[in-house]
């Protein structure tokens, strides 16, 4: 019984350490559970694994599903290494010696499941499993749109194609949207929808996609102006999506006349003399014929194009355009008229009529009217000057001056550029009035002068220069200019030259000085008197020169001093004589100055020369 027990207990220890052994000596495979790549770049697989066994013993294989079944792609042992020449990826294939496989280049077809296999001899075998992902960016979409006209009509319920979407070689495969307007439409695939898409798919040799989306619709007449376009969506690594759109296009849709448009271009108001031109069109497609009709009179229109050259007011009335749309609805409308006024101005009317002549101091009017299409404004006019804003202008009193061109202008203020004028000729008759004159200045006598001599007068007036010279003669206005050119001789100079303008009524003359520059300076001016007082002249001069009067003067009373003292000297020592003779010429005053000036020795000759002078004084 014991031996037996024994026996059992011998047993259950065996299997219990055959049982550690071997989870002792079990492998751990460990892999990349995906790996994406692009296709043309390399794609890494690694595989790592745990084991106590003996590295002698481990094989390290990659598998691959072929026809359901295993097919080995690559291998590594302890004392070997290979790639299987059989396969497809033999030229592509490398295992490291971390048991890694390296793929390169990455074609589409290397999108599988690939198999890291671990054999560790008498330990066991263990495997994990990668998945690779081969991604491709498509080139950009290509559309197409419907180049065929579309006829639209009110109550089609059939779809047309609108136009076609291709996506070029994409991996995986991509995914086609379409917009109208920046609005993308549902991905609608019944064809009992009004908008639907019908898509097609193609596996090119390379292994990438290609996809074709055609686009329907129940098109209407608003898509005539919509453009649209598609959006292909892609994967790339990363979990990245991406999109790429195409070109735009839009389509021609024909359709009927549900409204005419009529309306004259022209900016403003219209006047007599504009071009005008009118233009009729519709919302359908193609535009129509037009026929314009003015009062019951056809016009001829060109393309809705009615063009008036120079208008008048007789232009101005009732426009209709009618467009001659057969397919439109029979509700719909197809005329439209507008009303054109061509505003005027008649010319101006003035009373008097000129040319007038009148004698000085007369009173003359002038009036002007006119007729417009609106309000306007009247105004007289001379040498740019505004005179009446009332359509008459009085002169009480007509001078010389007044003679000249007065205008009347006619304008309508709400018609830029609307006005007509007239104007009237006024001669005053009289004898001539010469203005202000201009004196001559050569640089020297003998030198050629030239003067001008200016007079107001009617009848123009005639000229004669004394002394004569080169003569012309200009007229401006109701002034007449009589220019003449002569040398300055020394009668000129002194005498002057006498201008004479006269006509039938009179005469008035003029005489013009001619001088010399150097003569011109020395012309007096108001202040000429006081000029010639010395006392002035010194005050004229101490503005620039104080300092140097001031010297003058003081050396002046020195030299009297030293005089006044030799004559007192020579006096006392009897070396003058003093008789009546010097008394009478004393007395008399040819002493010039009237300054005297005496130096006193003592109070008797003080008191002398206080006193009159007697025969013994000097």
């Known amino acids: 019984m014991e031996r037996t027990m024994l026996g059992r207990f011998g047993v259950s220890c065996t299997l219990l350490a055959v049982a550690l052994h071997v989870c002792l000596a079990s492998v751990k495979v460990t892999v990349t559970p995906e790996v994406a790549v692009i296709k043309g770049e390399t794609a890494k697989l690694p595989c790592s694994y745990t084991t106590s066994a003996s590295p002698s013993t481990i094989v390290v294989q990659w598998f691959i599903d072929v026809a359901g079944a295993r097919q080995q792609i690559a291998y590594r042992s302890f004392q070997d290494f290979g790639v299987d020449s059989s396969t497809l990826w033999k030229d592509r294939l490398i295992i490291g010696e971390d048991m890694s496989l390296t793929i390169s280049p990455v074609k589409v077809e290397d999108e599988r499941s690939y198999y890291c296999q671990v054999t560790a001899g008498p330990m066991g075998v263990s495997e994990d499993k990668t998945e690779v992902k081969v991604f491709f960016a498509p080139e950009k979409p290509m559309i197409t749109g419907n180049n065929q006209a579309i006829t639209v009509s009110h109550d089609s319920t059939s779809s047309s194609e609108v136009g076609r979407c291709t996506s070029r070689n994409a991996h995986p495969e991509p995914h086609i949207v379409w917009f109208k307007d920046d609005t993308p439409l549902p991905d609608e695939k019944n064809q009992k929808e009004k908008t639907y898409m019908i898509s097609s798919l193609v596996k090119e040799a390379s292994g990438l996609y290609t996809k074709t989306s055609t686009l329907f619709m129940q098109l209407v007449k608003a898509d005539a102006k919509s453009f649209f376009h598609c959006t292909v969506m892609y994967s790339m690594p990363g979990n990245q999506s991406k999109t790429e759109s195409s070109d735009k296009f839009n389509l021609t849709l024909l359709y009927s006349t549900e409204n005419v448009y009529f309306k004259v271009k022209n900016q403003g108001p219209i006047k007599e003399g504009d071009d005008v031109e009118m233009d009729c069109n519709t919302d359908g497609n193609p535009q129509p014929e037009f026929e314009f009709i003015k009062e019951s009179t056809s016009l001829k229109g060109s393309k809705g194009t009615l063009q008036m050259k120079s208008v008048s007011r007789n232009d101005s009335g009732t426009y209709m355009c009618e467009a001659l749309d057969f397919d439109a609805l029979p509700e719909v409308e197809l005329t439209k008229t507008l009303n054109l006024n061509v505003h005027y101005i008649d010319p101006m009317a003035v009373t008097p009529e000129g040319p007038l002549v009148v004698n000085k101091g007369d009173v003359v009017e002038l009036q002007c009217k006119t007729k417009s299409s609106a309000a306007h404004t009247l105004q007289w006019k001379k040498d740019s000057v505004t005179l009446s804003k009332t359509g008459v202008w009085t002169i009480q009193s007509a001078t010389l001056a007044n003679a000249g061109v007065y205008i009347c202008v006619g ?93 039938d009524h009179g005469r008035d003359s003029r005489n013009f000085k001619v001088s010399t520059k150097s003569d011109a300076e020395k012309v007096p001016d108001a202040n000429a008197a006081n000029r010639g007082n010395p006392v002035f002249k010194t005050a004229e001069k101490q503005q620039g020169g104080s300092s140097a009067v001031v010297i003058a003067v003081v050396v002046c009373v020195l030299l009297l001093l030293i005089l006044v003292a030799l004559l007192f000297f020579l006096s006392k020592k009897g070396k003058l004589s003093c008789g009546k003779k010097d008394k009478k010429d004393v007395a008399s005053g040819d002493v010039k100055g009237g300054i005297v000036v005496e130096m006193k020795s003592n109070e008797k000759e003080e008191a002398g020369l206080l006193n009159k002078p007697h025969a013994e004084q000097c």
């Not at 709400?414 to 200045?441: C, F, H, M, R, Y």
């Not at 007079?455 to 200019?481: D, H």
């Open 411 to 503: 304008a309508v203020p709400s018609v830029p550029g609307l006005q007509k004028q007239a104007n009237v000729t006024l001669n005053v008759k009289g004898k001539p009035e010469i203005e202000d004159s201009v004196n001559g200045l050569v640089a020297k006598e003998g030198e050629m002068v030239t003067l001008n001599c200016s007079a107001l007068g009617y009848p123009a007036p005639q000229f004669n220069w004394s002394p004569s010279g080169k003569e012309s003669v200009t007229v401006m206005g109701n002034k007449v200019i009589s220019m003449v050119t002569l040398e300055a001789t020394a009668a000129v100079l002194k005498d002057g030259v006498i201008c004479v303008a006269y006509n």
